[in-house]
């Protein structure tokens, strides 16, 4: 795609090259298809220690919730294999240096059982209010103990402090659950963008630097976004307007920063967007493709299948078509061998 071209070219830029991130999109994807047929909520609290209850539409709960609430700390090295309370406790109290907040954000929390929540949230609040780390299981604290109003508040914070970080996107799924009783309808995590330019199979290091070194190139900042977007949509979003600054008229840098910057308060920005875009260039696969995932993510799930049916016409061998195909069978009939039929569907 010329970096320069403009967003009145009706013509379908995607390569043949496929999709970058076609293999950890689809899985993604096919777990959220799976929350949605399925009408499960279980995967709002992925994180969650065992033997917890699950806050499914937690929001709209005032009985407090029963079990040792999920701890929640951002910590350097492996993943935790065992995530019970002590076990987050050692793991802080090991990787973390003496004084870091996020330990005594896990003593406090480790104690819920053994202290109540009184004296939990009490601890908490006597910690940096500031800090994501601390916002974010006071609010979970909160929401266990019942008091709705004030974890609405700190996990209305959390994501202020932390937009799209791993707090803030943790605060996000507990503030907008799918299938709630009441609000909005919207899955976890974040819509991601998918772009048409061939993966390079670069390193974000190497794409860091190719950037820099080329700053009026449009493309190199896409192929940043779309490598970031997993591990730092804030860096992802960076990129992305960068592209816009460079190439203001082009379909994928408006598509990117729109999709990318979908915020779950306001989704009707994002999604307006790629709608505007789709009117004026209504054969464009990108622009159809990344709004149908779109109103996939807000759970309007005849408007995604009837965008994804479109990509499926207007550019039946092109890299998105094969995906959009697999979308439109199970929002329209429903994927009792979803993961199965997925897997050999849709491009590795």
Not at 3 to 22: E, F, H, M, R, T
Not at 121 to 135: D, F, G, K, T
Not at 263 to 278: E, I, P
Not at 292 to 307: C, V, Y
Request: aromatic share 6%; glycine share 10%; hydrophobic share 45%.
């Amino acid at each position: 795609m010329d970096p320069k071209s403009s967003a009145l070219d009706s013509s379908n830029a995607a390569p043949a090259g496929g999709i970058p991130g076609w293999r950890r999109l689809r899985i993604a994807i096919l777990v959220a298809v799976a929350v949605v047929i399925g009408g499960a909520v279980a995967g709002i609290v992925v994180w969650r220690s065992q033997g917890t209850s699950t806050p499914a539409a937690a929001l709209t709960r005032v009985k407090p919730l029963t079990g040792q609430p999920p701890i929640a700390v951002d910590l350097p090295g492996p993943a935790l294999t065992h995530t019970t309370p002590a076990g987050v406790l050692a793991a802080a109290i090991h990787r973390l240096p003496a004084g870091d907040v996020r330990i005594a954000v896990a003593k406090a929390m480790s104690g819920y059982l053994r202290n109540g929540p009184r004296v939990t949230i009490a601890a908490l609040h006597r910690l940096p209010q500031r800090q994501a780390s601390v916002a974010f299981n006071l609010g979970v604290a909160e929401l266990w103990s019942g008091d709705v109003a004030g974890a609405n508040t700190s996990l209305q914070l959390t994501r202020n402090l932390d937009a799209y970080g791993f707090y803030g996107s943790r605060a996000d799924n507990l503030l907008y659950p799918p299938f709630p009783a009441h609000g909005a309808q919207v899955l976890p995590g974040y819509p991601p963008y998918t772009s048409p330019l061939p993966s390079t199979n670069t390193s974000v290091a190497a794409l860091e630097k190719a950037a820099a070194g080329d700053p009026g190139n449009a493309n190199d900042w896409l192929r940043l976004a779309v490598a970031l977007e997993d591990t730092d949509r804030v860096a992802a979003i960076a990129a992305a307007r960068r592209a816009l600054a460079d190439d203001p008229n082009g379909v994928s840098p408006q598509v990117a920063v729109a999709v990318l910057s979908f915020d779950k308060a306001n989704h009707a920005t994002a999604v307006g967007t790629v709608a505007t875009l789709a009117s004026r260039l209504p054969r464009n696969a990108e622009i159809r493709f990344n709004l149908g995932m779109l109103f996939f993510w807000i759970l309007r799930k005849g408007d995604a299948a009837s965008e994804f049916r479109q990509v499926v016409l207007d550019d039946p061998h092109g890299p998105y078509a094969r995906f959009a195909g697999v979308f439109t069978s199970c929002l329209t009939n429903g994927c009792p061998d979803l993961l199965k039929s997925g897997a050999s569907t849709a491009g590795g």
